[in-house]
């Protein structure tokens, strides 16, 4: 059974540039989340889907974000327009209904110059 | 609003020392209460969870305890190893398998 992973694990790009991360959850887990850690804080919720449903969106999740789950398997999470202030650790989990604990991937480092 | 609060660091401590790191929290329900773990490099893992008050969570020689009355889950070990070191996040979730929000993180340094 393979873990979440992530893609990429680091992203470096200029201010105004469009980025894109993907996420491949644990197969068979319907749940897909998404949080932002910047340094020195705990991860922020930002988008969780059941299936390809979007259910919750966080307020941090500004409209140059947009997140899709399409076949309710892997996810993208894209910034548009990046700034600065998007530097961040971006992670995503997945889980079941049944579960009540999260599996984290490893997180993609975003450096916004 | 929902939020936990750990107690700052860095805690330095000596190998075999006790362990405690506060955490309390504030929720409009009946949470859940979760420790993750994030070593160096690595990323964020399940330590032990509580889901009702007085259950106590335990892991690898940690243990915390779901305390309603005093709004707190702090999480202690009764010998720590320098291989303890990481940084460790106390966090709530309100109904099952929803969303986490999670406490500042309080980084552990174990010196042999």
């Known amino acids: 059974d393979t873990g979440v992973s992530q893609d990429p694990r680091h992203k470096i790009t200029k201010r105004g540039q469009n980025v894109t991360f993907r996420c491949d959850p644990i197969?068979?887990?319907?749940?897909l989340y998404w949080y932002r850690q910047t340094l020195g804080q705990g991860p922020e919720f930002l988008t969780y889907?059941?299936?390809?449903?979007?259910?919750?969106k966080s307020r941090l999740l500004s409209d140059r974000f947009s997140a899709e789950r399409p076949k309710g398997s892997f996810s993208t999470l894209e910034i548009q327009r990046t700034e600065q202030g998007d530097s961040a650790m971006y992670l995503c989990?997945?889980?079941?209904?049944?579960?009540?604990?999260?599996?984290f991937g490893p997180g993609t480092r975003l450096t916004v110059l | 609003g929902n939020s936990v609060t750990q107690m700052e660091g860095p805690v330095t401590l000596s190998e075999e020392a006790f362990l405690t790191i506060n955490c309390t929290y504030t929720?409009?329900?009946?949470?859940?209460l979760f420790w993750y773990v994030q070593y160096p490099g690595e990323g964020l893992q399940l330590l032990l969870k509580?889901?009702?008050?007085?259950d106590k969570g335990s892991n690898k020689g940690f243990e915390a305890t779901y305390r309603k009355e005093t709004t707190s889950f702090h999480l202690e070990k009764g010998s720590v190893q320098v291989s303890d070191s990481a940084v460790y996040f106390c966090?709530?979730?309100?109904?099952?398998?929803?969303?986490?929000?999670f406490g500042a993180g309080t980084i552990l340094r174990v010196k042999s």
């Open positions: 197969s068979e887990h319907n749940r």
């Open positions: 989990a997945s889980s079941t209904n049944r579960l009540n604990e999260q599996f």
């Open positions: 509580a889901t009702k008050a007085d």
């Open positions: 929720a409009t329900g009946y949470p859940s």
């Open positions: 889907f059941q299936n390809e449903a979007q259910l919750e």
């Open positions: 966090a709530l979730n309100l109904g099952y398998g929803n969303k986490l929000v």
